[in-house]
């Protein structure tokens, strides 16, 4: 597996909705193990808040649980996150990659640019 490409970022305001979409670089494939939604903010480390096996079984952080959706398409090979109720506190930029965390140990591979996320009140 080779690099993950993050897309559907944008500025949103308080309580409003945004989808991710992860991608594979092309010519590569998603990790067949479980992929998860990580997010960064300056000066703090990367946080997973949501992660989903090949299967459909997902998990998700406190922080997001009843407000983000992750899903996985395994015929187009997308993971998605969908976000409602968007908050000031979910602005960070958002990168997917295999899910470490939340009781998973899903294989890593590079990290790609992430998709920034900003909600304004």
């Known amino acids: 597996q080779g690099e993950l490409v993050e897309s559907g970022g944008g500025l949103v305001q308080v309580g409003g909705s945004l989808r991710l979409s992860c991608a594979a670089a092309p010519g590569s494939a998603l990790s067949s193990g479980p992929i998860g939604w990580y997010r960064q903010v300056p000066g703090k480390q990367r946080e997973l808040v949501a992660g989903?096996?090949?299967?459909?079984?997902?998990r998700y952080s406190n922080s997001v649980r009843g407000r983000f959706t992750i899903s996985r398409d395994n015929v187009n090979d997308i993971v998605y996150l969908q976000m409602n109720n968007l908050k000031p506190e979910d602005t960070a930029i958002y990168y997917c990659?295999?899910?470490?965390?939340?009781?998973?140990?899903?294989?890593?591979?590079?990290w790609g640019q992430g998709t920034q996320v900003t909600v304004s009140s």
């Open positions: 989903v096996r090949s299967g459909g079984v997902a």
């Open positions: 990659n295999g899910a470490r965390g939340l009781g998973w140990n899903g294989a890593m591979v590079s």
